[in-house]
T-cell receptor, first 114, second 113 residues
């Protein structure tokens, strides 16, 4: 499968714990995005990488959230001290740096904080 | 603040009819607009992109229009099939910086056999 992959697909954690998600983009794509989606809503932008550089973060992104893309390939999203409000689907997408090209989304990681 | 509205939360139509979904935006001047399909428990799948200087775009049974004066995009599925049942998301995008998308809440389309 040459699409975007995300692991794990599901994560259940207790409030206060840290969690980390991984995204493997399409190999030749240099742009990588993280979104969060809650039930009945569209995806909400969190952060964006071009190669290994994190170029933009949403103002809605709490300090408890951190993302990395160390070698410009896969990316990780960590949430520290999880809260129940963090429960959502976390989506990763990738694209090429072509003028306004489409984004290819992974299947998402569903996080449930109990 | 920027706002994206999709016409209705849910739309039911009879198989074979044309489905028309609406996306309106305010406080926004998008350089382009994308439409995505999302099935339950899955990530969105890209369908069509239309730029601000284009009035209409087609792909097989899909057609998208973009009216920057009305600040509206219409998404049409002709000869609809039950397999078209899904949530459809519009996502205007801005110039410069990240290519991050701002999504509407989506319209859940159900095509009834």
């Amino acid at each position: 499968d040459t699409g975007v992959s995300q692991n794990p697909r599901h994560k259940i954690t207790k409030r206060g714990q840290n969690v980390t998600f991984r995204c493997d983009p399409i190999s030749e794509h240099n742009r990588l995005y993280w979104y969060r989606q809650t039930l009945g809503q569209g995806p909400e932008f969190l952060t964006y990488f071009q190669n290994e550089a994190q170029l933009e973060k949403s103002r809605l992104l709490s300090d408890r959230f951190s993302a990395e893309r160390p070698k410009g390939s896969f990316s990780t999203l960590e949430i520290q001290r999880t809260e129940q409000g963090d429960s959502a689907m976390y989506l990763c997408a990738s694209s090429l740096t072509v003028l306004r090209d489409e984004q290819y989304f992974g299947p998402g990681t569903r996080l449930t904080v109990t | 603040s920027q706002k994206i509205e999709q016409n209705s939360e849910a739309l039911n139509i009879q198989e074979g009819k044309t489905a028309t979904l609406t996306c309106n935006y305010t406080n926004y001047s998008p350089a382009y607009l994308q439409w995505y399909r999302q099935d339950p428990g899955r990530g969105p799948v890209f369908l069509l992109l239309i730029r601000e200087n284009e009035k209409e775009k087609r792909k097989e049974r899909l057609k998208v229009t973009f009216d920057t004066t009305l600040k509206q995009s219409l998404f049409h599925i002709t000869a609809s099939q039950p397999a078209d049942s899904a949530t459809y998301l519009c996502a205007p995008g801005t110039r410069g910086g990240a290519n991050n998308l701002f999504f509407g809440t989506g319209t859940r389309l159900t095509v009834i056999p």
